[in-house]
């Protein structure tokens, strides 16, 4: 029987490394020997950052230092693409690029276990731009279904620019898809370019040639849901679910063991090397990791894999979407679809809210009442 890995339910890119023409001076070592600088001209062609190595680019501000230790590579970086980006804000998303200071730390010696875990920001890119392949938005039907919206559709702007990022709240700039214009500019040397680390330690490639197919399909069949409706502070849009599985929602995909060349988390083993390769199909990025790394909560953007073919939010997704006033409860006002008629069952206290821990246990009643009816 084929493995069917699923991305379902509303759980919640951010690629490829692009250098300049722009002869900045960096430093790097081949092969984990001696640090030295030359041009990012010549990085490109040689495309090694295995070693050592400082980018900075002053047109656009990039500052990036790896460092290696003994067992780790730790980047620090203010976040900044050392690239052209599109307009930001923009309507379709209102936030303006601010430089970061983040630190990142990576296996120097990563550990395959074979175990798919979920991850939101499963790397970053060599330049010190995330990959973030999920999104935080979702769709809203009174019927009761919730939809995660996937970053490269057509059903909702969201601002992404001609390098298929653009930026959260907190100015951070973020790959969600490979950026066309850059991977352009790569016009000779291997098939496979290096463009950034796995946070479990393993790098991550592009194939210009796109050779390696991963193993995910659109879903047969029809979505369910009715008066479905996607918000954010600016807007208020009604959707329509309808239709087939055309991608615009993660749930859409199934993985299919097999299919393609890849596995679930989009990698591939190649002359006993494992890596993640960023694609131009679904799931662009990988969603999840094959090594040891130990797994995140989701902080709103993402999706974990193979949780099951239900669209139904957890608990914290629920609130978030459905109050109105941030006050961190739902009253019997703002509740929608079952839970306007479950209202009473849920509210255990009887204080006419439901918090967090009361959507938990209720959710995990009817868990239990499932695997019940299945023996």
């Given amino acids: 029987m084929k493995n069917i890995f699923k991305f379902t339910g509303i759980l919640a890119l951010c690629v490829v490394f692009g250098c300049q023409s722009k002869k900045n001076n960096t430093e790097h070592s081949h092969n984990g020997g001696e640090a030295h600088s030359h041009t990012t001209e010549s990085i490109v062609e040689s495309n090694n950052y295995f070693g050592a190595y400082n980018l900075e680019n002053k047109e656009y501000g990039t500052i990036t230092k790896m460092t290696l230790t003994k067992d780790e590579r730790i980047m620090v970086t203010n976040a900044l693409p050392n690239h052209k980006t599109g307009e930001f804000p923009n309507p379709g998303n209102p936030n303006t690029i601010s430089a970061q200071n983040n630190t990142y730390s990576f296996p120097l010696n990563p550990k395959y276990t074979g175990k798919a875990t979920w991850a939101r920001e499963p790397g970053v890119a060599l330049n010190g731009i995330k990959f973030e392949p999920g ?72 194939s210009k040639s796109g050779k390696f197919k991963p193993s995910y399909k659109a879903i047969d069949g029809n979505r369910e849901g009715e008066d479905c409706t996607y918000e954010n502070p600016h807007q208020s849009i009604d959707i329509s679910v309808g239709g087939h599985h055309d991608g615009t929602f993660t ?11 890849l596995d679930e988390c989009n990698g591939i083993t190649i002359d006993g090397d494992y890596m993640y390769l960023v694609t131009a199909e679904f799931p662009y990025i990988s969603r999840c990791l094959m090594g040891d790394y130990e797994e995140a909560r989701p902080q709103g953007g993402g999706q974990r894999p193979g949780g099951g073919q239900g669209q139904q939010s957890n608990a914290s997704d629920l609130i978030q979407k459905m109050d109105a006033n941030k006050d961190g409860k739902l009253s019997k006002d703002e509740v929608k679809g079952p839970l306007v008629d479950a209202f009473s069952e849920v509210d255990s206290n009887a204080d006419g809210y439901l918090t967090e821990e009361e959507l938990k246990k209720e959710s995990r009643g009817k868990k239990q009442g499932s695997q019940r009816d299945r023996k």
């Fill in 251 to 261: 749930s859409d995909y199934e993985y299919i063991a097999g299919l393609g060349d």
């Fill in 135 to 206: 999104t935080a938005e979702v769709v809203v039907c009174d019927t009761g279904e919730n939809y995660r919206v996937e970053a490269l559709q057509d059903a909702i702007d969201l601002g992404l620019d001609f390098n298929h990022a653009h930026v959260q709240p907190t100015g951070a700039y973020h790959y969600h898809g490979a950026p066309t214009s850059v991977i352009e500019d790569f016009v000779a040397g291997e098939d496979l370019v290096h463009v950034g680390f796995a946070h479990d330690g393993f790098p991550m490639y592009y």
